[in-house]
């Protein structure tokens, strides 16, 4: 993997730059919609690449690891050919997943044992282990295990838990670079940072993360309850540390604002699950605001979605129509919907990037969040 830096905001830390992977390349600021289990949720292959013209998606190493299984995969060749998604994937290392899992898992120095949500049956999670269950998937970008700690968080658990992400990292990295891609492309491992909301251990993280000289970096720990300030502050003193010529990466982030300002503070590349299921439920993301499509007002509202309606594939669906879907019941309503909002996440990072080489960032950037704020 190679990463070119090709432009800085003067006002602002954002950056533009260009991640090349054997699988394609991505332009940066980058949203990755989220294919937990190897599908982005109401989308199609053809559309992920065709209509939203997204550059990466992501798939989720503990549910692949639990189905299809690592067999399935290995024998199918991998992800990109199992699934049909012939772009950059990335993969998290499950650690997330083991956090949410806080009631069945138990969390030692040699790893994390779990019962699976599908059958209770009873798995072993360690460094090695995940480095090499990513080998069996696949994806050209792979994370670090790692522990994500909760909000709030108390100190002492806080440094004990990054200080063992650490060790753990240091173990990720020996089995990383002791074995070799299984399926004829190079995979590249990003380190986590962790610290929960505490300056002086995020600090110390990502100095021992830029330490590994990996090819790029991940920030990870945030957005699981803190005020967003928090998020802000944890993610400025972490993009100063680490180094620039390097691809950042902050995990499960966020809202169309929480992009904006992060892009603002130095991050390349986000993913969440927020645009998907958000519009599963009936909340859309536009230019004006946020709708809820579901409410009375759009009843015999015959507009379109989106009002610039050229930049979007739903530029043939009213609100109206939509909301029918939506209170039907019709699948074709959450197909519509995941379709806008992620065709609205897509559109904002590349419009962020357009800013940032022309220089108009910051002043687009601070209209912008104003707008993405209402109600409408």
């Not at 997204?54 to 692949?64: D, K, V």
Request: negative net charge; contains cysteine.
């Amino acid at each position: 993997m190679k990463f070119k830096l090709e432009a800085e905001d003067k006002n602002s830390k954002a950056r533009a730059g260009e991640i090349t992977t054997d699988h394609g390349v991505i332009k940066t600021p980058i949203f990755m919609p989220v294919g937990t289990a190897g599908s982005v949720k109401a989308v199609h292959q053809h559309e992920l690449s065709n209509d939203i013209k997204a550059q990466i998606i992501l798939g989720n190493t503990y549910h692949l690891y639990l189905r299809p299984g690592l067999e399935t995969l290995q024998l199918a060749g991998g992800l990109h050919k199992f699934n049909g998604w012939n772009g950059p994937l990335l993969t998290d290392s499950g650690g997330y997943q083991v956090y949410s899992l806080s009631g069945v898992r138990k969390i030692k120095e040699e790893g994390v044992t779990f019962r699976s949500h599908i059958d209770g049956s009873k798995h072993l999670f360690t460094p090695e282990s995940v480095m090499d269950t990513q080998r069996i998937i696949g994806a050209d970008i792979i994370m670090a295990f790692d522990e994500c700690t909760p909000y709030p968080c108390e100190y002492g658990y806080a440094r004990r838990s990054m200080e063992m992400t650490h060790r753990w990292l240091k173990r990720c990295c020996e089995r990383f670079d002791t074995t070799e891609p299984i399926y004829g492309f190079d995979q590249t491992l990003f380190p986590i940072i962790q610290g929960s909301v505490y300056k002086d251990l995020r600090k110390q993280s990502a100095e021992m993360i830029a330490s590994f000289e990996r090819e790029g970096n991940a920030i990870g720990g945030l957005s699981v309850g803190e005020p967003a300030e928090e998020m802000y502050e944890m993610t400025e003193i972490v993009c100063d540390i680490l180094p620039k010529d390097k691809p950042r990466y902050l995990m499960g982030v966020g809202t169309p604002i929480n992009l904006l300002e992060n892009i603002a503070l130095g991050i390349d590349m986000f993913d969440c699950v927020m645009p998907t299921r958000n519009a599963r439920n009936g909340m859309l993301f536009t230019k004006n605001g946020i709708i809820n499509i579901r409410n009375e007002r759009w009843k015999n509202d015959f507009s379109p979605i989106e009002e610039d309606s050229d930049l979007f594939a739903d530029r043939n669906y009213t609100k109206a129509y939509l909301r029918h879907l939506a209170h039907s019941k019709e699948i074709l309503g959450a197909q519509i919907a995941t379709l806008h909002n992620l065709n609205f996440y897509l559109w904002l990072v590349n419009e962020a990037r357009e800013k940032i080489i022309s220089g108009e960032f910051t002043e687009w950037k601070n209209k912008m969040v104003i707008q993405l704020a209402q109600r409408l």
